[in-house]
C-alpha cells in the first residue's frame, strides 16, 4: 500500500471512528463541501435509494440523530479494501448499537463504500438490512436538517415515526391473504399426525 492508498484509508477510517464515537463535530470537520450520504436499500425493495442525506448539514443531521438515540454504537470485525485508484475505501462489518436508555439492542450487516478526496469524505453509501433499520421505528432527520424520516429518493416527509413494514392482520381463522374470499376446507384443514396432504402439482413431503 503506498502513501496515497494509506491516505485514503486513513481518512475512512476517522470518518467510521468519529460515528462509532457518536461525535458530529469530528465528523463535520472530515466532511467536503459536496458531501453526500446514502442509503441504497430501500424498504420498498426498489431500486431508488431509501433515504439521500444531501450536503455537510444533512449528513452532519443524520449523525447527530444516531448519536442522540443510541449510547454505544461500533462497528465489530472490520475488514477494510481500498480501491486501486486510492478514490474509495470499502469496510464490511457487524453492527453493535444499543440504546441503554430504551433497552434498544440494534444489530445489523453493513457495507460501506466512502470517497474520499484531499483528506475528506466526499460521498458515503451505508449498505444495510433495511428490514432491521425500520423495525426502530426511529425519525430520521429530512434533508437539510428538517425532521421527519425521508421517502425514496430523499424527498422530506410529513414528521413521525420511521416507515415500518406492513403490519401482518390478526388471525381470524383463514389466511390473511384470501381473507373476503371463498377459502377451500382443504387450504384450511389441520395437518393429521404422520402424514400431510400432498399441495397440488403433486409434490410431497420428504423425509
Not at 467536503?32 to 452532519?60: M, R
Not at 479494501?81 to 453493513?110: H, M, P, W
Request: one cysteine or more; a positive charge; hydrophobic letters at 40%.
Amino acid at each position: 500500500m503506498n502513501s496515497v492508498h494509506q491516505k485514503s484509508l486513513d481518512t475512512a477510517q476517522a470518518f467510521i471512528t468519529a460515528f462509532e464515537n457518536r461525535d458530529p463535530a469530528t465528523v463535520a470537520e472530515l466532511l467536503s463541501a459536496q458531501a453526500t450520504f446514502v442509503n441504497p436499500l430501500s424498504i420498498a425493495g426498489t431500486p431508488e435509494p431509501w433515504y439521500v442525506f444531501d450536503g455537510p448539514a444533512a449528513v452532519l443531521a443524520y449523525i447527530e440523530s444516531v448519536a442522540a438515540k443510541f449510547d454505544h454504537v461500533a462497528f465489530l470485525d472490520k475488514v477494510w479494501t481500498v480501491s486501486e485508484d486510492a478514490r474509495s475505501v470499502f469496510l464490511q462489518a457487524s453492527g453493535d448499537i444499543l440504546s441503554s436508555a430504551e433497552k434498544l439492542v440494534y444489530n445489523n450487516v453493513y457495507i460501506f463504500r466512502i470517497d474520499v478526496a484531499d483528506g475528506h469524505v466526499v460521498k458515503v453509501w451505508e449498505y444495510a438490512n433495511p428490514l432491521a433499520y425500520a423495525n426502530l421505528g426511529i425519525a430520521v432527520p429530512g434533508r437539510g436538517g428538517s425532521s421527519g424520516p425521508l421517502t425514496r429518493g430523499g424527498t422530506p416527509a410529513a414528521p413521525g415515526p420511521h416507515p415500518r413494514p406492513a403490519a401482518r392482520g390478526r388471525c381470524s381463522g383463514r389466511p390473511q391473504a384470501l381473507r373476503g374470499r371463498p377459502v377451500s376446507r382443504r387450504v384450511l384443514r389441520p395437518w393429521r399426525r404422520g402424514r400431510r396432504a400432498a399441495p397440488s402439482g403433486g409434490l410431497r413431503e420428504h423425509r
